[in-house]
T-cell receptor, first 115, second 110 residues
Framework: DTGVSQDPRHKITKRGQNVTFRCDPI?????LYWYRQTLGQGPEFLTY????????KSRLLSDRFSAERPKGSFSTLEIQRTEQGDSAMYLC?????????????FGDGTRLSIL | QKEVEQNSGPLSVPEGAIASLNCTYS??????FFWYRQYSGKSPELIMF????GDKEDGRFTAQLNKASQYVSLLIRDSQPSDSATYLC??????????FGTGTRLQVFP
C-alpha cells in the first residue's frame, strides 16, 4: 500500500499525558498536512510542511502542540499535557506539490481519546 | 458567516436517482475546490477537484463551479446505496491548506 500511513490508529490516554503521532506521506510527496476533526465537523487545518520546512501553523495549534518533519519524509505531531478538548481524529494528508491539480490525499487518521 | 457552508442533511435519494450536493464559500480569492467522501469512522477520500468555472465530469460524478456566485456543487448520477456517506466540500485559497465545510450526509435508499 503506497498511501498515507498513520500510526497509531487509536490512542487512549489520561489527561495530562503527552502523546505523539506519526505520519508517513505518499512517497515523493513533498507537502504534508495535519488536520483535526471532531464529530460532526469537517477537518480543521493545523499545520503543513513543504519538505522539512513548516510553512504555516493554525491558531488552533497552541503551544502544547508541536509538529516536525526532520528529514522531509515522515512527520510527528506531539501534544503535551493533553486536555479533554484534544479528543479528536488527527488526520495527515500529503500532496505532490502546490496547485489546484495537486490534491491532498488523507491517511486513515489517529483517533485520540482523553480519559 | 462560515467560510465554507454546506447543508448538513441528510439528503435522501432513491437508488438510481441523481443526488445534488451544494456548497457555498465566502472568500472570492478561493482558487481550488475539492469534494471528499467520508464514510462513518473513516478518513476523507478524494472524489474530484475543480478550479475552472464550468463542469468537470468523472464517471458518475460531475463537479460544477460558479465563481461569480461562489458556488460549487457535486452531482452523483445513478446513485447507489454504497454512495451513502458524508460529502465534504473543501476550498483552497492559495493552493495550500484546505478549508472544509461541515459536510452533507447522503442517504441512498434501495
Amino acid at each position: 500500500d503506497t498511501g498515507v500511513s498513520q500510526d497509531p490508529r487509536h490512542k487512549i490516554t489520561k489527561r495530562g499525558q503527552n502523546v505523539t503521532f506519526r505520519c508517513d506521506p505518499i512517497s515523493e510527496h513533498n507537502r504534508l498536512y495535519w488536520y483535526r476533526q471532531t464529530l460532526g465537523q469537517g477537518p480543521e487545518f493545523l499545520t503543513y510542511f513543504q519538505n522539512e520546512a513548516q510553512l504555516e501553523k493554525s491558531r488552533l495549534l497552541s503551544d502544547r502542540f508541536s509538529a516536525e518533519r526532520p528529514k522531509g519524509s515522515f512527520s510527528t505531531l506531539e501534544i503535551q499535557r493533553t486536555e479533554q478538548g484534544d479528543s479528536a481524529m488527527y488526520l495527515c494528508a500529503s500532496s505532490l506539490g502546490a496547485g489546484g491539480d495537486q490534491p491532498q490525499h488523507f491517511g486513515d487518521g489517529t483517533r485520540l481519546s482523553i480519559l | 458567516q462560515k467560510e465554507v457552508e454546506q447543508n448538513s442533511g441528510p439528503l435522501s435519494v432513491p437508488e438510481g436517482a441523481i443526488a445534488s450536493l451544494n456548497c457555498t464559500y465566502s472568500d472570492r480569492g478561493s482558487q481550488s475546490f475539492f469534494w471528499y467522501r467520508q464514510y462513518s469512522g473513516k478518513s476523507p477520500e478524494l472524489i474530484m477537484f475543480i478550479y475552472s468555472n464550468g463542469d468537470k465530469e468523472d464517471g458518475r460524478f460531475t463537479a460544477q463551479l460558479n465563481k461569480a456566485s461562489q458556488y460549487v456543487s457535486l452531482l452523483i448520477r445513478d446513485s447507489q446505496p454504497s454512495d451513502s456517506a458524508t460529502y465534504l466540500c473543501a476550498v483552497s485559497l492559495n493552493t495550500d491548506k484546505l478549508i472544509f465545510g461541515t459536510g452533507t450526509r447522503l442517504q441512498v435508499f434501495p
